[in-house]
């Protein structure tokens, strides 16, 4: 694929969430699966983009999460990045208000392809609904006294046991899917 076409990929995919909220077509508190073109949860590359769809449809409890995000006031970017610590993805702590809306972003490391993309992606969507689920959450200060309270912690990063529990059962449902074909 062309240097030109890449760029006119990465652009549909950006503006697809936009026009879906813009047209109507799925409403901030639509509680049908929004898992596939979600205005809620955005890819920031084609590879993240097609990630998500593909959870979404392979992975009930992906799809739940997605869902789940879609109920709520937030909106959660997905990027390619470095986390530090030899992490391979993180929710970013920093929370931005846009109007009445709550923004978080994941990164992920670059190297993670396939499922175990789609894994870690589940994993760090499972804290952004759990940052999402309390009103109070609405910046760095509150996200971190959030996980102060309720996550297990080791220095500068934290841990809940429901997104280990939801990446072990997303792994076993895409790989139980994959076994199917």
Same mark, same amino acid.
């Given at each position: 694929m062309g240097r030109l076409a890449r760029r006119l990929v990465l652009l549909l995919v950006l503006a697809m969430p936009l026009w879906v909220s813009v047209s109507g077509a799925q409403g901030a508190n639509s509680t049908q699966a929004l898992a596939p073109g979600s205005p809620r949860v955005r890819g920031s590359d084609p590879i993240i983009a097609g990630a998500i769809e593909q959870a979404a449809e392979q992975s009930p409890t992906f799809n739940q999460l997605v869902t789940a995000i879609a109920t709520t006031n937030g909106i959660v970017y997905v990027h390619f990045g470095e986390c530090g610590r030899n992490v391979r993805a993180c929710l970013l702590l920093g929370i931005t208000q846009a109007g009445s809306n709550r923004i978080l972003h994941i990164k992920v490391d670059r190297r993670r392809r396939g499922q175990d993309l789609m894994v870690v992606i589940g994993h760090e969507l499972s804290?952004?609904?759990?940052?999402?689920?309390?009103?109070?959450?609405?910046?760095?200060?509150?996200?971190?006294?959030?996980?102060?309270?309720?996550?297990?912690?080791?220095?500068?990063?934290?841990?809940? @046991?429901?997104?280990?529990?939801? @990446?072990?059962?997303?792994?076993? @449902?895409?790989?139980r899917w994959a076994n199917q074909r």
């Open positions: 804290h952004a609904v759990e940052l999402l689920n309390e009103a109070t959450v609405v910046d760095a200060t509150t996200a971190q006294n959030f996980y102060r309270r309720n996550a297990a912690i080791e220095r500068y990063s934290f841990e809940t @046991e429901a997104a280990i529990e939801i @990446e072990l059962k997303i792994d076993k @449902e895409l790989r």
